[in-house]
Structures are given as structure tokens and as C-alpha cells.
């Protein structure tokens, strides 16, 4: 089972590249078009799309941040019951989490989907696009979270406990620091 998880190590390392890079673009996007409405405001004029564009960029860079955190083991998570326990029980009791983290995912895939879905003939005030393109963040963020969930699940199986992967920049720090 090890190898397995090796492998699905690597198809999250590709994941979670595809993900950071698109949320250093959206970020970039939504400060250009934050400032950009800033400085023109002082100027007494505005861009018609800016406010909208940047509340629903924020909903794509708060969802795939959310989906990026979770790979990470950095969601905030009540431990103190699981933390009691010791051995097999714990084991079961983060195998248990797992699943019903999974379930309540696919709740949320399914009723973002459709979501996204009733969304579709709808468009944006200023700019004529799709309300979907932006939705389309929750299902998109909630099938990510399932797949390193789904890791997690694995390697609790295999080795009691999640893997706690670092960040980029976390093995330098600790490098300094010892």
C-alpha cells in the first residue's frame, strides 16, 4: 500500500502545483483589480466590473485555498477527544473522521454541482459571464478536498496517521532554525 500512496503522493504534488500557480494568478487578478479601482476612484471614475469580479474571484481564491490547505493538514479541527485515545482506537476514531469528512463532501459536491448548474443562465450585472465560471469553484475545490481526503484515509489505514506534508519553504525554515 505504500506505493500506492506514493503515487497518489505525486498526483497531489501535481495537483497542488496546478492549484498554488491558478491561486497566484486569481490573487494577482483580484489586487490589480482592487487597486486599479482604488486609484481610479481618486480620479472621481471606476471600472463597472471591478466590485464583481473581485467578490467572485474571492470565492474561487477562498475555495481553492480551502482545497490546498486540506492537503496540508492546516484546517482548524477539534483533536481533544481524538487526542485521549491511544493505539487502534485512535486509529479508528481518524479513520472514522475520515469517512464522515468524506461523506460530507460529496453532500457538498452534489449541492454545489447543481448549484453551479441553476447557475448557468444566469450572467454577471457588468460583465456578461456565466455565474457558473465562478461557482463552478465549489465543486471543483470540494472533488480536490475528496482526493487528499481519500489520501488521508489511506494513510491513517496504512500508518495510523496522516502524513503531514509541508509547505513549500517549510524544510528551509526549519533548516535556519536549527
Not at 50 to 64: D, H, K, N, Q
Not at 83 to 101: E, R, S, T
Request: net charge neutral.
Amino acid at each position: 500500500m505504500e506505493k500506492q500512496i506514493r503515487v497518489l503522493h505525486k498526483i497531489g504534488d501535481g495537483i497542488n502545483l496546478l492549484s498554488r500557480g491558478a491561486l497566484g494568478l486569481m490573487s494577482l487578478a483580484l489586487c490589480i483589480a482592487v487597486i486599479g479601482q482604488l486609484i481610479l476612484r481618486w480620479f472621481g471614475t471606476s471600472l463597472s466590473w471591478a466590485s464583481e469580479f473581485s467578490c467572485y474571484i474571492f470565492v474561487w481564491t477562498t475555495m481553492l485555498g480551502s482545497a490546498v490547505a486540506s492537503r496540508h493538514l492546516l484546517h482548524i479541527g477539534v483533536d481533544m477527544i481524538v487526542n485521549c485515545f491511544h493505539g487502534p482506537i485512535k486509529k479508528f476514531l481518524l479513520i472514522l473522521a475520515n469517512l464522515i469528512l468524506l461523506a460530507a463532501l460529496f453532500l457538498f459536491i452534489t449541492a454545489s454541482g447543481q448549484y453551479t448548474i441553476t447557475q448557468m443562465s444566469h450572467s454577471m450585472t457588468s460583465m456578461k459571464i456565466s455565474l457558473a465560471w465562478f461557482y463552478c469553484s465549489l465543486p471543483i475545490s470540494g472533488i480536490i478536498m475528496v482526493y487528499y481526503t481519500f489520501v488521508q484515509l489511506l494513510e491513517t489505514i496504512c500508518y495510523g496517521e496522516a502524513v503531514k506534508l509541508p509547505l513549500p519553504g517549510d524544510e528551509e525554515e526549519k533548516g535556519e532554525h536549527s
